[in-house]
């Protein structure tokens, strides 16, 4: 008999068993796919326990939670799902939209669960405790559409984000253990302000703080009136104008902002050194006087400048491309120490064969500016008269010093403790002229025999 035959005289219970048995299977599929969309499905939930109301978002939900209030009700808007609640006076429960009475309410706890969150609670005034959970979480600062002035900072005991918004405050308790992964604030159009007090310690949220000040003329103060030296203060800009990136570090901790749309900054939180990144293109770097006397200012190309004060030292990192950097400031701006700012050092970076570095003299002062080879493209200048940061340098390639002959100011070179063969060449001019040199030919300094970067001068008597 044949396999077909044999399926033929099959008697009909067989069949109708197995199609039972698959009914039954997929039914059983349905009902637990059914009931894990009911789980993912399920609306957050607004509680109340004593004076704490505690929002619980829903599984698998990107949460776009906003929090506000006024004379009577705490406002609850979650555009990413709906909000159900039996809390007493409430109105809107399974909305998006849900209102609950303010009085008797002291705190309030947000937990936004395993996706990519944001969260503004701007102009509440009971503390605000974030549960973050999975993803990528953000608290949201924004801007009223007006000339907005923000605030950022610890409180007292460095636990709890203060952020402030045109003199409305509001507390995020337990930033640190929050899971919060960045601060977001989002000016807008207007003139605005967004001031970063590192008084009581670093805001030090992973993903850093991300400002953007919109349309409008706007600014960056980082500022520190207590607490412990900062150890290190660096600024990136670029790629495009308004862009960069700071950071801050001290004490274990370590402060990242990104911006953008930004037009000034202004840095005079206490740190041990200030470094300044160039971009990759042939940079024109200036370092001169900032808005006042005691605050020095360094721009690279049209790029937002840095305004600083109460560093010990500069550091200007040009990175790659033909750069020119130009230091001219007439004062010494305030140290971290006493005695101002103590030292500026330019790194030229690659290629190695054409950045130039300026130093300028002071004018109406006597300067004595004395050049110190050390390495091929390296060394040191010393102002043996004025009040000047002494600069040192490396992969540089040409060196000009800039001083004023009615000042009756000089430069000069000195040679390693090895044998050198220093050239001098008159220049054009009375007041200028060039040197060049193979320094330490026997090696006395174990880095010779090297080239000495060349140096022109202008303005010596």
């Given at each position: 008999?044949?396999?077909?035959?044999?399926?033929?005289?099959?008697?009909?219970w067989?069949s109708?068993r197995?199609?039972?048995?698959?009914?039954?299977?997929?039914?059983?599929?349905?009902?637990?796919?059914l009931?894990?969309?009911?789980?993912?499905?399920?609306p957050?939930?607004?509680?109340?326990?004593?004076?704490?109301?505690?929002?619980?978002?829903?599984?698998?939900?990107?949460?776009?939670?906003?929090?506000?209030?006024?004379?009577?009700?705490?406002?609850?808007?979650d555009?990413?799902?709906?909000?159900?609640?039996a809390?007493?006076?409430?109105?809107?429960?399974?909305?998006n939209?849900?209102?609950?009475?303010?009085?008797?309410?002291?705190?309030?706890?947000?937990?936004?669960?395993?996706?990519d969150?944001?969260?503004?609670?701007?102009?509440?005034?009971a503390?605000v405790?974030?549960?973050?959970g999975?993803?990528?979480?953000?608290?949201?600062?924004?801007g009223s559409?007006g000339?907005?002035?923000?605030s950022?900072?610890l409180?007292?005991?460095?636990?709890?984000?203060?952020a402030?918004?045109?003199?409305?405050?509001?507390?995020?308790?337990?930033?640190?253990?929050?899971?919060?992964?960045q601060?977001?604030?989002?000016?807008?159009?207007?003139?605005?302000?967004?001031t970063?007090?590192?008084?009581?310690?670093?805001?030090?949220?992973?993903?850093?703080?991300?400002?953007?000040?919109?349309?409008?003329?706007?600014?960056?103060?980082?500022q520190?009136?207590g607490?412990?030296?900062?150890?290190?203060d660096?600024?990136?800009?670029?790629?495009?104008?308004?862009?960069?990136?700071?950071?801050?570090?001290?004490?274990?901790s370590?402060?990242?902002?990104?911006?953008?749309?930004?037009?000034?900054?202004?840095?005079?939180?206490p740190?041990?050194?200030?470094?300044?990144?160039?971009?990759?293109?042939?940079?024109?770097?200036?370092?001169t006087?900032?808005?006042?006397?005691?605050?020095g200012l360094?721009?690279?190309?049209?790029?937002?400048p840095?305004?600083?004060?109460?560093?010990?030292?500069?550091?200007?990192?040009a990175?790659?491309?033909?750069?020119?950097i130009?230091l001219?400031?007439?004062?010494?701006?305030?140290?971290?120490?006493?005695?101002g700012?103590?030292?500026?050092?330019?790194?030229?970076?690659?290629p190695?064969?054409?950045?130039?570095?300026?130093?300028?003299g002071?004018?109406?002062?006597l300067?004595?500016l004395?050049?110190?080879?050390?390495?091929?493209?390296?060394g040191?200048?010393?102002?043996?008269?004025?009040?000047?940061?002494?600069v040192?340098?490396t992969?540089v390639?040409?060196?000009?010093?800039?001083?004023?002959?009615?000042d009756?100011?000089?430069?000069?070179?000195?040679?390693?403790?090895?044998?050198?063969?220093?050239?001098?060449?008159?220049?054009?001019?009375?007041?200028?002229?060039?040197?060049?040199?193979?320094?330490?030919?026997?090696?006395?300094?174990?880095?010779?025999?090297?080239?000495?970067?060349?140096?022109s001068?202008?303005?010596a008597?």
């Open positions: 008999m044949s396999r077909n035959w044999l399926g033929h005289l099959a008697p009909p067989a109708r197995r199609q039972e048995t698959k009914i039954r299977r997929v039914r059983h599929h349905r009902k637990g796919s009931e894990r969309l009911e789980d993912r499905l399920a957050a939930t607004l509680t109340l326990s004593g004076a704490l109301v505690t929002y619980t978002a829903g599984d698998g939900v990107a949460n776009n939670l906003t929090l506000s209030r006024n004379a009577t009700q705490y406002i609850f808007n555009t990413s799902e709906t909000i159900t609640t809390i007493p006076g409430s109105a809107g429960s399974g909305t939209t849900v209102t609950i009475p303010v009085v008797g309410v002291t705190e309030l706890s947000v937990s936004v669960l395993d996706q969150d944001r969260v503004d609670a701007s102009g509440v005034s503390p405790n974030i549960l973050g999975a993803g990528d979480d953000t608290i949201s600062v924004p559409g000339n907005d002035t923000f950022l900072a409180s007292g005991g460095g636990t709890n984000l203060v402030t918004v045109n003199g409305v405050t509001t507390t995020y308790a337990n930033i640190g253990g929050s899971s919060v992964e601060i977001a604030v989002e000016a807008g159009p207007g003139n605005d302000s967004l970063v007090d590192s008084s009581n310690g670093l805001l030090a949220v992973p993903n850093g703080i991300a400002y953007d000040g919109g349309t409008g003329f706007d600014g960056l103060t980082l520190q009136t607490g412990p030296t900062l150890t290190s660096t600024y990136i800009v670029g790629p495009a104008a308004g862009v960069g990136t700071s950071t801050l570090v001290g004490s274990g370590t402060q990242t902002i990104t911006f953008q749309n930004l037009e000034p900054m202004l840095d005079t939180a740190a041990a050194t200030l470094t300044v990144f160039g971009t990759n293109a042939a940079n024109a770097i200036n370092y006087q900032g808005s006042v006397a005691s605050n360094v721009s690279v190309d049209n790029q937002e840095i305004e600083f004060s109460n560093k010990d030292n500069l550091v200007i990192n990175g790659p491309g033909d750069d020119v130009n001219n400031n007439p004062n010494r701006p305030t140290g971290s120490t006493p005695g700012l103590k030292t500026i050092t330019v790194n030229g970076g690659d190695t064969a054409s950045d130039e570095l300026i130093v300028n002071l004018a109406g002062q300067d004595n004395r050049y110190l080879p050390s390495a091929v493209g390296a040191t200048v010393i102002n043996d008269n004025a009040p000047q940061p002494n040192n340098f992969t390639e040409r060196l000009r010093l800039v001083v004023q002959q009615a009756g100011d000089g430069v000069r070179v000195d040679g390693t403790t090895g044998n050198d063969a220093i050239e001098f060449f008159h220049g054009l001019t009375s007041d200028s002229g060039a040197f060049v040199g193979t320094m330490d030919q026997n090696n006395a300094t174990g880095v010779g025999p090297f080239t000495m970067t060349p140096m001068f202008t303005g008597s």
